[in-house]
């Protein structure tokens, strides 16, 4: 998403909104969260121990009837579903946008029909997310959900701190910030770029290793074939990974394959600024262009 911004944008800046608002508003939701789980659990007659819910029940069956007890309850019904609603878009549009660029940058010739690209992306999905309208469709929903997201997430989150830091480097990027934005990159986020986030996002992937659990909606248990299939759905996108890395070291020029390795791992001499990201600062024919 901060391929939109200009060039002059303080990134710093917004990284440290992003990770507070993110933060506060989870603090938010878990009150809130908690004093709905204790008012059904009220109106049910059960204690919280004996009231479990979660996911799909909690949006669907557990907020509505909260908001049911509620005076003027047509009026929270509405807006319960509105913060769902919205809540789906913002999840759903930088997932898109990641695949919308990365075709895009891929293939330069779509770039200038973005609604193609747009259009190449949401078919398939939208085709895909019928499966989730028919009979069955909450346990196809439940699957995906369990392993769309593990362990990808995490390992993703690594590689890109591992490639930032040690790769790319944090002298070119602090090089780059200041360049862009003249202020100097805080010690303290290059310590932290290059130990602590990866040192934690390898906590959480071990954790989330340690404590799985096949997946269940409800009282159903997946039989062996689903729990395989919901692997193969996790491993989907980090599949691509080894294959592009592969791809990219044969395609590196070398006469050894040490030399495409060690290759393949520098960065590009020179980068340019799209014009899209600078357009209130050059024109869409002017680049440009620094040595790293």
Request: contains cysteine.
């Amino acid at each position: 998403m901060a391929g939109h911004n200009k060039i002059k944008n303080n990134c710093f800046r917004d990284a440290l909104s992003v990770v507070a608002v993110d933060a506060l508003t989870s603090v938010y939701i878990g009150l809130a969260f908690f004093a709905i789980m204790g008012h059904v659990a009220h109106l049910r007659g059960v204690t919280v121990e004996a009231f479990q819910s979660s996911g799909f029940n909690l949006g669907f069956i557990v907020y509505p009837e909260a908001v049911a007890s509620l005076p003027l309850p047509q009026l929270w019904s509405s807006v319960t579903f509105l913060m769902l609603l919205t809540l789906g878009i913002d999840s759903m549009v930088p997932c898109l946008e990641i695949a919308v660029t990365a075709l895009s940058d891929q293939y330069p010739s779509l770039a200038r029909r973005r609604w193609l690209v747009i259009a190449m992306v949401l078919v398939p999905c939208s085709l895909f997310s019928l499966l989730y309208m028919t009979q069955g469709g909450i346990y196809v929903l439940t699957l995906v959900d369990w392993y769309a997201f593990f362990p990808s997430i995490a390992v993703f989150g690594m590689l890109e701190c591992f490639v930032v830091s040690w790769v790319y480097g944090t002298h070119r990027l602090e090089r780059i910030i200041d360049m862009m934005w003249e202020k100097t990159f805080p010690r303290v986020m290059t310590f932290c770029l290059k130990y602590v986030c990866p040192g934690l996002l390898l906590i959480i992937f071990g954790y989330s290793l340690y404590s799985y659990r096949p997946p269940k909606y409800g009282d159903y248990i997946y039989p062996a074939w689903a729990t395989g299939l919901g692997w193969m759905i996790s491993c989907a996108s980090l599949m691509p990974l080894p294959v592009v890395f592969i791809w990219t070291v044969y395609k590196t020029e070398g006469n050894t394959i040490k030399e495409k390795f060690k290759k393949s791992f520098e960065p590009k001499t020179k980068w340019g600024l799209s014009s899209n990201s600078s357009a209130s600062d050059t024109s869409h024919e002017d680049t440009m262009e620094t040595m790293l």
